[in-house]
């Protein structure tokens, strides 16, 4: 098992840029989701990926959006950064879309809006 | 719509002491329940989890939880600490009928002194 690989592990960005953050699946996984991890909160849905369709979605604005690669590997974008962007980014991966079959989380990318 | 609660946001125990961690939940129907597990620098592990069947649910590194469905409650427990136990908690719940997203509690944070 490879696990879950997030990219970059840290970044600083400014108010009002874009940012694509990247995150490649476990080996055999087919599904992505993304979390937001504020400061002292739990992680919040984002968006799921399965088979490179958006297969659900949380409380994001659609400057929040995202692409799934035919490796299954995925990408975050977002624009228009504002400061509450500011957190941990988790990407989880697994093979199929309920949670049955587990989810394996990456590390994270520690996004810092100033 | 769907919430988790973990009412302990710090606690502090010695070696050897036990442990209960509080997680309740809102939802009516049937729920999956999970405990994961966040050390210091490492990604998101998942130490245990509930979907039917006997409520006591035991997990890795001596970790257990139990299912009340009448007070909706998922807490977790363990026996005897160690100093390696240090790390944040998260309870999480998904709905089997097809949300196939986590909600995360806000996470307790252990300290277990040695």
């Known amino acids: 098992e490879t696990g879950v690989t997030q990219s970059p592990t840290h970044l600083i960005k400014t108010r009002g840029q874009q940012v694509t953050l990247r995150c490649s699946s476990q080996?055999?996984?087919?599904?992505v989701s993304w979390y937001q991890q504020a400061l002292g909160q739990g992680p919040q849905f984002i968006f799921q990926?399965?088979?490179?369709?958006?297969?659900g979605r949380g409380n994001f604005p659609p400057r929040f959006s995202g692409l799934q690669f035919p490796n299954y590997s995925s990408e975050l974008n977002v624009n228009a950064l504002e400061l509450d962007d500011s957190a941990l980014y988790l990407c989880?991966?697994?093979?199929?879309?309920?949670?049955?079959?587990?989810?394996?989380f990456g590390s994270g990318t520690r996004l810092t809006v100033v | 719509a769907q919430s988790v609660s973990q009412h302990n946001h710090h606690v502090i125990l010695s070696e050897a002491a036990s442990l209960e961690l509080g997680c309740n939940y809102s939802?009516?129907?049937?729920?999956?329940l999970f405990w994961y597990v966040q050390y210091p620098g490492q990604h998101l592990q998942l130490l245990l989890k509930?979907?039917?069947?006997?409520?006591l649910v035991k997990g890795i590194k001596g970790f257990e939880a139990e299912f009340i469905k009448s007070k909706f409650s998922f807490n977790l427990r363990k026996p005897s600490v160690q100093w390696s136990d240090t790390a944040e908690y998260f309870c999480?719940?998904?709905?089997?009928?097809?949300?196939?997203?986590?909600?995360f509690g806000t996470g307790t944070r252990l300290k277990v002194l040695a």
């Open positions: 989880a991966s697994s093979l199929g879309d309920r949670e049955n079959y587990g989810y394996t």
């Open positions: 080996s055999g996984h087919n599904t």
């Open positions: 990926y399965y088979r490179e369709e958006e297969n």
């Open positions: 939802y009516g129907g049937t729920v999956n």
């Open positions: 509930y979907f039917s069947g006997d409520p």
């Open positions: 999480a719940v998904t709905s089997p009928s097809g949300t196939y997203k986590y909600i």
